[in-house]
């Protein structure tokens, strides 16, 4: 089997399978890495990044299903694990984001924003229209109508235009502030309770 792979002349093998180590012994004989237990998706994106196609049986292997747009590839550890990179590639049809972060709740928080921007990015794309959600008109209004007030008009005539950026601010930002400013004088009375009752034991 190892002869038929090599006769095709890889530099590097990926299996969605495990590899035996005298398969392995072999492959690096003739100077070929071996990557097994290869997800589907990871390997759908090595196809794409490095112009390769996938085989499903070693007898139908030719040199053209080789990829060849790969220029480099390494192992790197990060951390305490090793991951593989497939760099340099030509006319690359996919890329792999590494997120790090200090543990697994940070790590999904960041990986649920990162799908929500690049969906938002490749509906601009495909289909270049937005439409503003969330009260984002009223906000930017508001912000117009008190930029307005505050440079182009002066005196008492303002205030129609202060009025009216001021009511249409959104209510859940005033709530927020609302609430951050409530928060703050509360733990500033527990601040307070608790020194007091400091002083009194003393």
């Excluded at 012994?25 to 794409?48: F, G, P, Q, R, W």
């Amino acid at each position: 089997m190892y002869e038929k792979i090599s006769a095709s002349k890889p530099n590097l093998v990926i299996t969605k399978k495990g590899v035996s180590d005298l398969a392995q012994h072999y492959l690096v004989k003739e100077n070929i890495t071996a990557l097994h237990c290869m997800h589907k998706t990871d390997s759908n994106c090595i196809v794409h990044a490095a112009s390769a196609k996938i085989v499903t049986l070693v007898d139908e292997l030719k040199e053209q299903d080789v990829g060849t747009g790969c220029g480099l590839f390494s192992v790197e550890k990060i951390g305490d694990k090793y991951f593989s990179f497939l760099t340099e590639c030509k006319d690359p049809k996919t890329c792999t984001i590494l997120l790090c972060g200090p543990g697994k709740g940070m790590l999904n928080r960041i990986d649920h924003n990162l799908q929500d921007t690049m969906c938002a990015v490749h509906n601009v794309l495909f289909n270049p229209c937005l439409c503003p959600g969330s009260s984002a008109m009223e906000m930017a209004l508001s912000v117009q109508l008190a930029q307005h007030a505050k440079s182009d008009i002066l005196g008492i005539e303002q205030w129609p235009y202060a009025g009216v950026a001021e009511a249409l601010e959104p209510l859940t930002v005033k709530l927020q502030t609302i609430k951050t400013a409530t928060d703050s004088v509360l733990l500033l009375l527990r601040i307070d309770n608790i020194v007091s009752g400091t002083s009194k034991k003393q």
